[in-house]
């Protein structure tokens, strides 16, 4: 079989086509009610009152649910340690302390989604307000170094022999750029909101749930609802997006199990996108300077990365900025990290298609790009020159690292050759054009999991874990894996995923399903073939009947011995079974001491930006990528393509605004919060090295959701520079911000 590295349709594209796919609020049932969230109007102080006697003679209304009638709700099972798990642990509902506007502090059910809704607007709350730090400027004062960033120290420092301190280090160097760059908060934005429908039978709970971790959800309803882990089933088979949001357990799934309980009867609520701004995370705010000192042949001597990201004063979250990227990429003998909290009066923040590396490559890769201007070096032979044959920190060499010819194809694609480094230097009619690189990179992790293969007697074989697929291709990978360790067609296979009931398997977080879900299916796949031989030769029916299980053997779907060659389901058939099956697990192993795992790859952009009115618009983009072996060509393209659409956007358009007075979201919908749509993106070329990386497992992959956005927006503003000479180092880079600087020019 070849199915590996095809391009092959989704398996599940059909279903999703026509309909048939139900995503977690899309089941009806009998006697269903409607949960809505009521939000807190104010950033920070307590509630006084709720006087909830009008929304109770509201139509439809069923239950009202306040501080001051809460539902119980106990801590989920992975709170504690400083940064153990995102999403909400402070059980909301249980006392009347407002912590951050947008805050839950009702729950309405009623007969219908817009009687619950109308309802909740009747309730009314008195507050007695306190002063709330909302932004990051006016939080800086009390910044703290935390415990962890990132599974490190809040500082980490490799310093030479003899120099003593990353200050030192940087006097010394011959050329030194040093700038302060700022990205703004961001929302994820799923197009599936979220959504929880929560059915009890007895005392067992079903609650499809729209999440990226049916096992961890599982585990985390059962501790804040106060039962058994076995009693809760979490289903869900698609996920519309998710892109970190969706990672961790929020409020609005066990205030609806815990609702549904109480009333006894099943409870659906989908989250408006307005509440999603407050309820489900947001990429925290960053501010960060970067300090390179080199040499004036470009090598660089010293690398300071100093970061302060926007945490909620309740719950911690590390934006791992400088950590995730500057300790990673290029070749210094000296390098120091740091990172401070601003905790601010907001609302959690959490994981969001690549953590810390998305704005900390802004940063690092338009500093990079400030120093080959300065030092007049072009910036990829600038990149190369400062290349790192082993990972800077630990000195481990990479398990499988071809950036340097992602550079290269990726020039040559593009035609980087053709590029005028002077800026300003290339304009059609109104139109500034110009071009930026930028190196993508993202940590490749793995986790333990476990899978089961199972031939059924009607000739297909099913595939399953408790994997997701969140719009990332899982499902096609999954039968593609199968499919080749099976020697048998894509179309016989049938992929089983999104159910807690499954075999384990990690979060879909941290671009790391592939690579761990895919070794387990191939232990199953041998596992079960072992298992049909087995049966095979046992069963007193079967046309391989007494034989020795070593007589017998498994190739392409059909078992081979004593001169006979049977399908695999003619067996089971003459057997009278309906299926056999395996399952085998995997875990990354003493590898993970040996070598650095991380994927790479290269961005190249070019812009065309309008003289007169600031406009900035993406208009070719070339990427290559080095991230293992290519499962499936059409998907992988897709999550490159998608994190690179993710990228214009925070290059480009996204940025959360909060009020400074009170704290509220002012552009709260998708109608103010600015995300790309078709006619901003240009053709995306993206191209995979596909070299596998068989030191981090047996098939040679590493992930891919989340790297395509990685250098994105530091590419469009190199871009934006060459094109203008103007260097933007806020994003996103707006008309407003491009004009200022062209005053001049009018
Ligand atoms: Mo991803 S931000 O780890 O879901």
Known sequence: ????????????????????????????????????????????????????????????????????????????????????ISGDVIPLLQDPAVDYFGQTIGFVVAESFEEARDAARLVKTEYQTQPAIVELQSGLGQAYAPKSVSGMGATVSVLADGVTSIDEALRGAEVLVSATYNSPIEHHNPMEPHATTAIWNGDRLTIYDATQWVQGQQRNLAAVLGIDEANVRVLCPFVGGGFGCKGSMWMHSPLTAAAARVLNRPVKTVLTR???????????????????????????????HEAYSSSSRVKFFAEAAAHRTSLALYKSPNIVVTHEIVPLDFAPGTFMRAPGVAPGMFALESAMDELSVKLGVDPVELRLRNYATAEPVHKLPWSSKHLDECYRLGADKFGWSQRRPEPKSTREGDWLVGHGVATALYPAHRSHAEAKIRFQSDGNVSVSAATHDLGTGMYTVLAIVASEALGIPVQRIRPVLGDSGLTLAPVAGGS??????????????????????????????????????????????????????????????????????????????????????????????????????????????????????????????????????????????????????????ANRNLAE?????????????????????????????????EIGIAGVPAAIANAIFNATGTRVRDLPITPESLLVEQKGMA
């Not at 391009?7 to 949960?35: E, F, M």
């Not at 390179?292 to 690398?303: D, H, M, N, P, S």
């Open 512 to 665: 790391q399903s592939t690579a761990s879900v895919s070794p387990a299916v191939v232990a199953a796949v041998d596992s079960a073939t072992k298992k049909l031989i087995s049966v095979a030769v046992s069963g007193a029916k079967s046309p391989f009947s007494g034989m020795k299980p070593s007589d017998v053997s498994y190739a392409n779907g059909v078992l081979q011995g004593g001169g006979k060659a049977v399908p695999f389901e003619a067996v089971l058939a003459a057997l009278d079974r309906s299926a056999v099956e395996g399952s085998g697990t995997a875990s990354p192993g003493e590898e993970e001491h040996q070598y650095s795992f991380l994927s790479f790859g290269a961005q190249f952009c070019e812009v065309r930006v309008n003289e007169w009115t600031g406009e900035a618009r993406v208009t070719r983009f070339t990427s290559v990528m080095d991230v293992g072996t290519v499962v499936n060509q059409k998907t992988a393209r897709s999550q490159v393509i998608g994190g690179i659409v993710f990228g214009i956007g925070m290059g480009l358009l996204e940025a959360t605004k909060v009020d400074p007075n009170n704290g509220w979201i």
């Open 673 to 705: 919060y600015l995300v790309p749509t078709n006619a901003d993106i240009p053709h995306i070329d993206v191209e995979f090295l596909n070299i596998p990386d068989t030191k981090f497992n047996s098939l040679g992959v590493r992930g891919i959701g």
């Open 1 to 84: 079989m070849n199915s590996v590295s095809q391009s092959i349709d989704r398996v599940d594209g059909k279903l999703k086509v026509t309909g048939q796919a139900r995503y977690s609020g899309d089941h009806s049932l009998p006697n269903l009610c409607y949960g809505y969230l009521l939000q807190s109007s104010i950033a920070k102080g307590n509630i006084q009152s709720m006087d909830v006697s009008a929304a109770q003679h509201s139509p439809g209304v069923v239950a009202i649910f306040t501080p001051f009638n809460p539902l119980k709700i106990y801590s989920p099972a992975q709170a504690g340690e400083e940064g153990a």
């Open 274 to 304: 307005e509440q999603m701004y407050t309820a489900v995370g947001h990429r925290p705010t960053v501010r960060q300077t970067v300090t390179l000192g080199a040499t004036k042949q470009g090598e660089l001597t010293a690398v300071k």
